[in-house]
T-cell receptor, first 116, second 111 residues
Framework: GAVVSQHPSWVICKSGTSVKIECRSL??????MFWYRQFPKQSLMLMAT?????????EQGVEKDKFLINHASLTLSTLTVTSAHPEDSSFYIC????????????FGPGTRLTVT | GENVEQHPSTLSVQEGDSAVIKCTYS??????FPWYKQELGKRPQLIID?????GEKKDQRIAVTLNKTAKHFSLHITETQPEDSAVYFC??????????FGPGTSLSVIP
């Protein structure tokens, strides 16, 4: 499998500020990365698909201007939560998919965001 | 779009017994069905997956069955152990870049 890291593992920020979360593929080049959000005791909801060198594809209902995604290299994707509000508090998890026809996704450890 | 349902939402079994979790999906074009295990505060871990051209797959104590006609698939865990306690998610995918997760099943294995 693939090794995926996220940074930070947890963050607390004040309402109105922005927070950046990094997702790194440590042992292979990931052309596609995914960002999920998971509220307590709920399932993983896909927010966007991040493709290296191109604009991210956002799922319906996800504000692209609020959740900025940058996939500048084959090993790094970032999610910036802009003007965060308490309702944005959640567990944000990235995953990577191996290049080619493989469907398998490997998840990062997640980032716990708390907005006060 | 694809919709995945999962039952039961919670499941409690005695250690050593079997556990079965069932999922249904709506899009007949789905062709990949992974199962993930997630411990509290941790990342989801892929435990087994099955493709639509296969009816059953087994890996030690874990097995998955797929009924394409009925559009449902199931996870079977035999000889359950306390460390099997976690939330299990089924998922369905029609393409490598679109995986839809079920709502999850919280499994508790009682020693």
């Amino acid at each position: 499998g693939a090794v995926v890291s996220q940074h930070p593992s947890w963050v607390i920020c004040k309402s109105g500020t922005s927070v950046k979360i990094e997702c790194r593929s440590l042992d292979f080049q990931a052309t596609t990365m995914f960002w999920y959000r998971q509220f307590p005791k709920q399932s993983l909801m896909l927010m966007a698909t991040s493709n290296e060198g191109s604009k991210a594809t956002y799922e319906q209902g996800v504000e692209k201007d609020k959740f900025l995604i940058n996939h500048a290299s084959l090993t790094l994707s970032t999610l910036t939560v802009t003007s965060a509000h308490p309702e944005d508090s959640s567990f944000y998890i990235c995953s990577v998919r191996l290049a080619g026809p493989s469907y398998e996704q490997y998840f990062g450890p997640g980032t716990r965001l708390t907005v006060t | 779009g694809e919709n995945v349902e999962q039952h039961p939402s919670t499941l409690s079994v005695q250690e050593g017994d079997s556990a079965v979790i069932k999922c249904t999906y709506s899009d007949s074009a789905s062709n990949y069905f992974p199962w993930y295990k997630q411990e509290l505060g941790k990342r989801p871990q892929l435990i087994i997956d099955i493709r639509s051209n296969v009816g059953e797959k087994k890996d030690q104590r874990i097995a998955v069955t797929l009924n394409k006609t009925a559009k449902h698939f199931s996870l079977h865990i035999t000889e359950t152990q306390p460390e099997d306690s976690a939330v299990y998610f089924c998922a369905a995918s029609i393409s490598p870049d679109k995986v839809i997760f079920g709502p999850g099943t919280s499994l508790s294995v009682i020693p």
